[in-house]
């Protein structure tokens, strides 16, 4: 049998090399981290992982994408370059001090208690949140707090621990729940988001789903002016599930867009996709939202975008006023373990997931229990 050691300073380089070595199907038999002390291992770049794989072994290997699911592409790994000998006497002075700024750094954030070396049974879980996209930083505070609270003895039972995971998981997911109508009080929602997340297509979905299943008169507006197409599209939909729809280009058109759906259930106001970083746009779509008196301002996100950038992005859009999120193409997603820092760092609850391009189906209402499992990869996106 067939059997190779890998090693690389981060579990994601480790398991690229697997990958590239050994293909998609390989077996991972063990991971462990090896060669430095407790303390300076948690410092990035000074640790090692160790990953030992085979390609011969005939087990279910958690590289094979699930069924119709393309995986994320992970750029070709380089191996750890060794370090220069010949330093000059200024760069190895400025090498120490960056490392004692470390070191320093890291007291200060582990407040002396020294970590331990993680446990085989956490650190095979472990492994098992970074290849479903969790961030190191996310996937080791989780380890940390399985480990401070389950009973050693308890920490070799694989499925116990994945159980407590889910359920810390749970526990940072607020859920606001579907748009709740009041009858004889209409309800207006807009959406908002950076380009081509699924606005329109969410927009599409709710309207069909109130409209036709619940029979709530509905009607939309968009201020997605900039371009001829994107009002098209959504005239499109408003065609086949027949709702009227108003096109609001300036304040006033917008108050009288609004005047004009006196009486209806809900408005669904679609927006035109704003770069985060273009503070006047965001203004200029807040004032929009202003005068509409939206009830209800939706973020919508893909579930594609790395865990920062959905971060820095919900912390931008936080300008223009957003109550919720809504997070879209989860099916398209390779993991979404990159989704949970932005449901921990935001205080914006999740109303809706939506997982496919088919109108009206394609959605669901957000659920705290449902999105762990989805986010540990043990539910799948389409199978409802
Ligand atoms: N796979 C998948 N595709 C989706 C989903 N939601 C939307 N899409 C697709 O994403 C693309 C962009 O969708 P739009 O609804 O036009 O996105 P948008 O946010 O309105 O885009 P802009 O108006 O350009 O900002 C379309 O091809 C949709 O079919 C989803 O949940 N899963
Ligand atoms: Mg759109």
């Given at each position: 049998?067939?059997?190779?050691t890998?090693?690389a300073?981060?579990m994601?380089?480790a398991?690229?090399?697997?990958r590239r070595?050994l293909?998609p199907?390989?077996?991972?038999?063990?991971t462990?981290?090896?060669?430095?002390s407790p303390?300076?291992r948690?410092i990035p770049?000074?640790?090692?992982?160790?990953?030992t794989?085979s390609?011969?072994v005939n087990?279910?290997s958690?590289?094979?994408?699930?069924?119709?699911?393309?995986?994320r592409?992970?750029p070709?790994?380089?191996?750890?370059r060794p370090a220069?000998h010949s330093a000059?006497e200024e760069?190895?002075k400025?090498?120490i001090e960056?490392l004692?700024?470390?070191?320093?750094d890291l007291?200060?954030r582990?407040q002396?208690?020294?970590?331990?070396?993680?446990p085989?049974?956490l650190?095979?879980?472990?492994t098992?949140l970074?290849?479903a996209?969790?961030?190191?930083e996310?996937?080791?505070?989780l380890?940390?707090?399985?480990r401070?609270?389950?009973d050693?003895?308890?920490?070799?039972?694989?499925?116990?621990?994945?159980?407590?995971?889910?359920?810390?998981i749970?526990?940072?997911?607020?859920v606001?729940?579907?748009i709740q109508l009041i009858?004889?009080?209409?309800?207006?929602?807009?959406?908002v988001?950076p380009?081509?997340?699924g606005k329109t297509?969410?927009?599409a979905?709710?309207a069909?789903?109130?409209?036709?299943r619940?029979?709530r008169?509905?009607g939309?507006i968009?201020v997605?002016t900039?371009?001829i197409?994107?009002v098209?599209q959504?005239r499109?939909?408003?065609?086949i599930?027949?709702l009227?729809?108003?096109?609001?280009?300036t304040?006033?058109?917008?108050?009288e867009?609004?005047?004009q759906l006196?009486?209806?259930d809900?408005?669904l106001m679609?927006?035109?996709?704003r770069?985060?970083?273009?503070?006047?746009?965001?203004?200029?779509?807040?004032?929009?939202?202003g005068?509409?008196?939206a009830?209800?301002?939706?973020?919508?996100?893909?579930s594609l975008?790395s865990?920062?950038?959905l971060r820095r992005t919900?912390e931008?859009?936080?300008?223009?006023?957003?109550?919720?999120?809504?997070?879209?193409k989860?099916d398209e997603?390779?993991g979404?373990?990159?989704l949970l820092?932005?449901?921990?760092?935001?205080?914006?609850?999740l109303?809706?997931?939506?997982?496919?391009?088919?109108?009206p189906d394609?959605?669901?209402a957000?659920?705290?229990k449902r999105?762990?499992k989805?986010?540990?990869?043990l539910?799948s996106?389409?199978?409802?």
């Amino acid at each position: 049998m067939d059997i190779k050691t890998f090693r690389a300073s981060t579990m994601q380089e480790a398991l690229a090399l697997v990958r590239r070595e050994l293909g998609p199907s390989a077996a991972v038999l063990q991971t462990r981290e090896v060669g430095t002390s407790p303390l300076v291992r948690w410092i990035p770049g000074m640790r090692k992982i160790e990953v030992t794989a085979s390609a011969d072994v005939n087990v279910p290997s958690r590289f094979a994408p699930r069924p119709g699911m393309p995986r994320r592409e992970t750029p070709p790994v380089e191996a750890p370059r060794p370090a220069a000998h010949s330093a000059p006497e200024e760069d190895v002075k400025a090498q120490i001090e960056q490392l004692q700024s470390l070191v320093a750094d890291l007291c200060r954030r582990t407040q002396s208690s020294e970590r331990k070396e993680l446990p085989d049974g956490l650190f095979q879980l472990y492994t098992q949140l970074i290849d479903a996209e969790f961030t190191e930083e996310a996937a080791r505070e989780l380890m940390d707090r399985v480990r401070s609270e389950v009973d050693p003895r308890d920490l070799a039972d694989a499925h116990a621990l994945r159980g407590r995971v889910a359920q810390l998981i749970e526990q940072d997911i607020a859920v606001a729940g579907t748009i709740q109508l009041i009858p004889g009080q209409r309800k207006t929602v807009a959406l908002v988001g950076p380009t081509g997340v699924g606005k329109t297509t969410t927009i599409a979905k709710l309207a069909a789903n109130y409209r036709l299943r619940e029979k709530r008169r509905v009607g939309l507006i968009t201020v997605d002016t900039y371009r001829i197409a994107a009002v098209e599209q959504l005239r499109t939909y408003a065609d086949i599930i027949d709702l009227p729809m108003y096109v609001a280009s300036t304040p006033r058109e917008m108050r009288e867009a609004v005047q004009q759906l006196k009486g209806f259930d809900l408005v669904l106001m679609d927006t035109a996709g704003r770069s985060p970083q273009d503070e006047i746009k965001l203004q200029e779509l807040r004032s929009f939202l202003g005068e509409a008196q939206a009830d209800e301002v939706l973020l919508v996100l893909s579930s594609l975008s790395s865990a920062s950038a959905l971060r820095r992005t919900a912390e931008q859009f936080s300008a223009v006023g957003a109550t919720g999120l809504i997070l879209t193409k989860l099916d398209e997603a390779p993991g979404l373990g990159n989704l949970l820092p932005l449901l921990k760092a935001s205080r914006l609850p999740l109303s809706y997931l939506t997982n496919g391009q088919n109108v009206p189906d394609d959605i669901e209402a957000a659920e705290s229990k449902r999105l762990a499992k989805l986010i540990l990869g043990l539910d799948s996106p389409t199978r409802r």
